[in-house]
């Protein structure tokens, strides 16, 4: 299983992005409303300038308290991106998300990103392939 | 692999708890401090009333703003738990977890909570179990 069979899996494509000056507060709103882990921090969309998870909010709110809503979103994201590519396969970046331990990655195609995985998306994929690989042998037998 | 092995796994096997009276800036600051995903509230630390959990707080702050910091936790957590037991297969929690779109699930036994697996920790444990699989095929390929 391949980053790009996990990405025409998703249902909803669209990465959720904000601008590096947006607030900390945006940031919130964004992951509340649509129910994700994190945001990509971009100011065109394409080029990755960090990420924003509810594990960075979660952090700041504990070191510095509710102030941190007000900070731009550059001063806790995470800046140091891993991404992976189309080709790269879901046991491969399993493996880099659990050592790195973190959840999201970008997938990147010449410098620009090009979708989003987040661990969730990962396991999800390979549970349905594993289900796909029980129903072909299950068929096989069958046929015999 | 059952949840058993997930579970000797583990480096950290105590298991992070709140009171459900504390405030949700109390749970804050242990998810932070520890730099865990979420943690179990309960009065004893073995019979369960929920789990707060990042994305829960995440979503008060978006719903509410910083005021839910002043919050019992057990006004905004997870009340209704999945749960697994020792025997139950990483696959079966995978499923569950991928399912109800949730991360962590506290091991019961006899309604008493003997431990806490996370996505991270099934998936981490996956990986090292097909690692020792590929070794073992390697070695009986060498051996002939």
Not at 29 to 57: H, M, N, Q, T
Not at 76 to 86: A, D, F, Y
Not at 125 to 142: C, H, S, T, W
């Amino acid at each position: 299983m391949l980053v790009q069979q996990i990405l025409n899996s998703k249902p909803d494509k669209e990465v959720a992005s904000v601008k590096p000056g947006a607030t900390v507060r945006d940031a919130v709103a964004l992951l509340s409303a649509r129910r994700i882990g994190a945001v990509i921090v971009s100011s065109d969309g394409k080029r990755v300038a960090g990420i924003l998870s509810e594990r960075d909010v979660v952090r700041e709110l504990g070191r510095q308290g509710p102030g941190c809503l007000d900070q731009p979103v550059e001063q806790i994201m995470t800046s140091t991106i891993v991404g992976c590519t189309k080709s790269d396969s879901a046991d491969q970046v399993m493996e880099r998300m659990t050592e790195g331990r973190f959840r999201h990655m970008p997938v990147m195609e010449a410098g620009l990103m090009i979708g989003l995985i987040s661990i969730g998306d990962v396991v999800k994929a390979r549970l349905m392939e594993l289900g796909m690989e029980k129903d072909a042998l299950e068929g096989m037998i069958k046929g015999f």
